[in-house]
């Protein structure tokens, strides 16, 4: 299955977009080490795929690993064309001092649902 973050988490919050939701209960998910690996170039106006996956879970922090390729074919979720780039990136749950906070159940569920990592 090809989807994006926003996608993968929204089971965790109903279906609300979960950054919306995060940061209406007052907390933030925001990127804190991230890298890449760049393969093959990408266009304006080419058509990609990104998959993610949960590679670590932990108490307040996720990792998650994503691949982009360039889309030769016009269904949602091929990802049949050339691999453009892949990497990581944390993110860490926060409050409303910036301080990190355990990640809700909701999401070590999701993590579980979809078979990725719960590595603590």
């Known amino acids: 299955m ?3 973050l926003n996608d993968y988490l929204a089971p965790a919050t109903d279906g ?3 950054m919306e939701h995060y940061r209406q209960c007052g907390y933030a998910l925001p990127a804190v080490e991230a890298s890449a ?3 093959a170039p990408l266009r304006a106006g080419d058509r990609i795929a990104i998959e993610t996956t949960v590679t670590e879970c932990g108490d307040a922090s996720l990792v998650v690993s994503f691949s982009v390729s360039k889309r030769r074919d ?3 979720d091929s990802d049949d064309g ?3 780039a892949d990497g990581t990136v944390t993110f ?3 409050d409303d001092d910036f301080e990190p906070t355990s990640l809700p159940e909701a999401v070590h569920n999701c993590v579980a649902e979809r078979g990725d990592s719960l590595t603590e």
Do not use: K
């Open 74 to 76: 016009t269904e949602p």
């Open 92 to 94: 860490v749950l926060v």
């Open 16 to 18: 609300v977009h979960p």
């Open 2 to 4: 090809i989807v994006g």
């Open 82 to 84: 050339e691999r453009a």
């Open 37 to 39: 690996t760049f393969h």
